[in-house]
Every structure is written in C-alpha cells, then in structure tokens.
C-alpha cells in the first residue's frame, strides 16, 4: 500500500480550521482542504493537500492499493514539530488496516517541511518526495528559508552582519564627523571597531572570555578558595608594578647621569619582589586547599610555596646586588639558601609520598590477604 502524506509542519490546519490532526482518509482530507480554503485560500500548505488527493485519485483510478493522509506539527520549533509529525505519522499507520506492505510518498510545499523527511523515513520506508509551489515563485520559499537559516544561525550572525553592519555605519558615521569637524577621529573608531572584531574572531577570544567566565562561575558556586587567591594575586601584581615603577624613579633620582638597562630591570624587580612572592604564595596555597578539599591533593603539590619563596630569595639578592645594596657574601649565601630550598623541599615531599604510597599499597595487600 502506498500512503500519501501531505505534512503541514507548522499546522496551519489545525491552527486556521480547528481540524484534529491526523487526518484520514480521502473524505476527511478533502473536508480538511475545503476548511482550509475558506479559511485562508492563500495557505501554501492547501496545495499540499489538494497535490495530495490528486495523487490519491490518480492511483485510485488505476487500481493501486492506495490511502492519503495528513500529518502536522506545530509552531514550537523544528524539533517540537519533527517529533510531533512523528507521533502522527505512528498514529496514521496503526490505524492502516492492511497486509501489505507499506510505503510512504511525502508531499510539502518546500526545503522547510523536508527537514521531517528523516523523522518519517524512520518510521516507514519512502517512495518519493513530491514538493508543491506555485509556478510563479518556484525558487522563492527556497530561498527564504536558506536565508532565514543563515540568520537563525548565531554563528553566520556574528561573522557575516556584525563586520557588514560596521561597514554600512562608516558613511553616515563619516558625515556626523564632518558636520563636528571631527571626521578623522569617527574615521579611526569606526576602523578600530572592525579591527578588534576581526582579531576577535580570529583569535577566538569571545570564546575564551565565555569560558573564563563560565570557569570563575562553577569556582563561585563551587566555593573555591582559589578564585579568591587570583583576585587577590591580580591585586598584589597591580601593587608589585607600581611599587617597583616607584623604585626605578628612585633609582634614577638618586642616579648621576644615565641608568643602564640591567640597573633599572634590578630596580624594578628590587622593588616589586615581595609583592609577585606574596602573590605567588596566595595562588598555590589556594589551589593546595582545594586540592584538599576534592581529596586530590598529592605531596609534591606542596613544593610550589617553597619554590615561590626560593625565586624570590634568588631574585631579591640578584636585584639587591645590582642595586648596591647586598655584597657578594650575601648574593652568595642568598642564592644557596634558596637553592638549598627548592632542593630540600622537593626531595622531603618525595620522600612523604613515596612512604605514603608504600604504606597504602601495604594494607592494600594486607586487605586482599583478609578477604
């Protein structure tokens, strides 16, 4: 049996004529199409219908095993409406009283309705697809739903109408100028404005800011001691830069004549140290805590405050000594004492959790043994 389906995607039946959908039966479909008709004759989906008892009657008349029928969905949205067409077409073939095998010819009035094709195709094998549009405007539904596709699409928004939009303001942008006598600075912005946007989507930085927040928002809810530890690192890098700027006027005060390169680097890490330590020292042990708190934390986590404060006992003397302010015996001592550091940390904490892991696979085994 072959079954004609005409689909109404967005049930334009049902919403204009009251009809109960699924409609069956040649009678039912040619009520429905008449309610239709006079509801709104200029419906594209009344040409579906009427296509459809075309075919009906044409099959009829030469003795084809034949029904027609007519499936809707809604104006929800695409997905609403797949499964609603679903469920009706479910409904039409159980009512089908038939031995036969059954198949299916879609009929629709454009690309829009086709997108149910699959929905249907799933359900029962189709023969062919039959597309209604009037022969004056064969291509136009076509390409008004191609278009709207691409609007629809946030990803074709944001590429194709935002740079096209910042285009199209340059000329009337350009005339506000000239009437405030300011064409060049309206000029510049408009231009900036297209050039970060396309560095933008270049580089993908929506994407990583939207990340980013996404990131600090599950840490927020999450109560992560660590959004806290960069907020307040943020701010004692901000205070480590103008503390070490304020070392270097210092410095090139306090200077006769014209301070070398190496003096005023020495200068502004002389003066800002303390400060990226404090920092350092804020971030990781606010990610040791949470580590601790998921019950993820391992030893040799606990290196990173004791290589925080060995760089900026290294840095600190280096700095001091280029700044005159240390000898050589305290550059030297400096610099074995955070060396000493780094190293005695990273081979204790190794030690801990190799002694750990050890006693842990122990009464693993000794556990094992028991069972």
Same mark, same amino acid.
């Given at each position: 049996?072959?079954?004609?389906?005409?689909?109404?995607?967005?049930? +334009?039946?049902?919403?204009?004529?009251?009809?109960?959908?699924?409609?069956?039966?040649?009678?039912?479909?040619?009520?429905?199409?008449?309610?239709?008709?006079?509801?709104?004759?200029?419906?594209?989906?009344?040409?579906?219908?009427?296509?459809?008892?075309?075919?009906?009657?044409?099959?009829?008349?030469? +003795?084809?095993?034949?029904?027609?029928?007519?499936v809707?969905?809604?104006?929800?949205?695409?997905?609403?409406?797949?499964?609603? @067409?679903?469920?009706?077409?479910?409904?039409?073939?159980?009512?089908?009283?038939?031995?036969?095998? =059954?198949?299916?010819?879609?009929?629709t009035?454009?690309?829009?309705?086709?997108?149910?094709?699959?929905?249907?195709?799933?359900?029962?094998?189709?023969?062919?697809?039959?597309?209604? @549009? @009037?022969?004056?405007?064969?291509n136009?539904?076509?390409?008004?739903?191609?278009?709207?596709q691409?609007?629809?699409?946030?990803?074709?928004?944001g590429?194709?109408?935002?740079?096209?939009?910042?285009?199209?303001?340059?000329?009337?942008?350009?005339?506000?100028?000239?009437?405030l006598?300011?064409?060049?600075?309206?000029?510049?912005?408009?231009?900036?404005?297209?050039?970060?946007?396309?560095?933008?989507?270049?580089?993908?930085?929506?994407?990583?800011?939207?990340a980013?927040?996404?990131?600090?928002?599950?840490?927020?809810?999450? &109560?992560?001691?660590?959004?806290?530890?960069?907020?307040?690192?943020?701010?004692?890098?901000?205070?480590?830069?103008?503390?070490?700027?304020?070392?270097?006027?210092?410095?090139?005060q306090?200077?006769?004549?014209?301070?070398?390169?190496?003096?005023?680097?020495?200068?502004?890490?002389?003066?800002?140290?303390?400060?990226?330590a404090a920092? &350092?020292?804020?971030?990781?042990?606010?990610q040791?805590? +949470?580590?601790?708190?998921?019950?993820?934390?391992?030893?040799?986590?606990?290196n990173?405050?004791?290589?925080?404060?060995?760089?900026a006992?290294?840095?600190?003397? =280096?700095?001091?000594?280029?700044?005159?302010?240390?000898?050589i015996?305290?550059?030297?001592?400096?610099?074995?004492? &955070?060396?000493?550091?780094?190293?005695?940390?990273?081979?204790?904490?190794? @030690?801990?959790?190799?002694?750990?892991?050890?006693?842990?696979?122990?009464?693993?085994?000794?556990?094992?043994?028991?069972?």
């Amino acid at each position: 049996m072959l079954l004609v389906l005409c689909v109404d995607l967005d049930d +334009d039946l049902g919403r204009k004529t009251g009809f109960s959908t699924p409609v069956i039966g040649r009678n039912s479909v040619q009520e429905a199409a008449v309610a239709l008709a006079t509801a709104d004759p200029e419906d594209s989906d009344l040409n579906v219908i009427f296509q459809g008892l075309h075919i009906y009657d044409d099959l009829a008349d030469r +003795d084809e095993s034949v029904e027609v029928a007519v499936v809707t969905g809604n104006d929800e949205g695409d997905v609403s409406a797949n499964r609603e @067409v679903g469920n009706e077409v479910d409904t039409v073939l159980a009512s089908l009283s038939t031995a036969e095998d =059954v198949t299916a010819l879609v009929v629709t009035d454009g690309a829009q309705d086709e997108s149910v094709i699959p929905i249907i195709r799933s359900r029962v094998p189709i023969d062919g697809v039959r597309r209604v @549009v @009037v022969r004056q405007a064969q291509n136009l539904e076509s390409m008004y739903y191609t278009i709207k596709q691409v609007l629809d699409d946030p990803e074709t928004r944001g590429t194709v109408l935002i740079p096209l939009g910042i285009l199209l303001l340059i000329y009337p942008l350009a005339l506000i100028g000239a009437v405030l006598n300011m064409p060049g600075i309206v000029l510049g912005t408009t231009s900036a404005l297209l050039g970060f946007y396309l560095i933008s989507r270049g580089l993908r930085l929506g994407d990583r800011l939207d990340a980013a927040v996404e990131r600090g928002r599950r840490s927020l809810y999450a &109560g992560r001691t660590t959004l806290l530890a960069y907020i307040v690192a943020a701010a004692l890098f901000v205070l480590g830069g103008v503390s070490g700027f304020d070392t270097l006027e210092e410095v090139q005060q306090s200077t006769a004549g014209d301070v070398g390169v190496p003096v005023m680097l020495a200068a502004l890490v002389y003066g800002s140290i303390h400060w990226f330590a404090a920092a &350092g020292l804020t971030t990781s042990l606010g990610q040791i805590t +949470d580590e601790y708190i998921a019950n993820s934390l391992e030893w040799r986590y606990l290196n990173a405050p004791f290589y925080v404060l060995s760089i900026a006992v290294v840095l600190h003397a =280096v700095s001091a000594f280029f700044l005159d302010e240390v000898g050589i015996t305290y550059l030297a001592a400096a610099l074995t004492a &955070g060396t000493l550091l780094g190293i005695v940390s990273t081979l204790t904490f190794a @030690v801990v959790e190799s002694r750990f892991s050890d006693t842990e696979r122990e009464d693993g085994s000794r556990g094992a043994e028991r069972v």
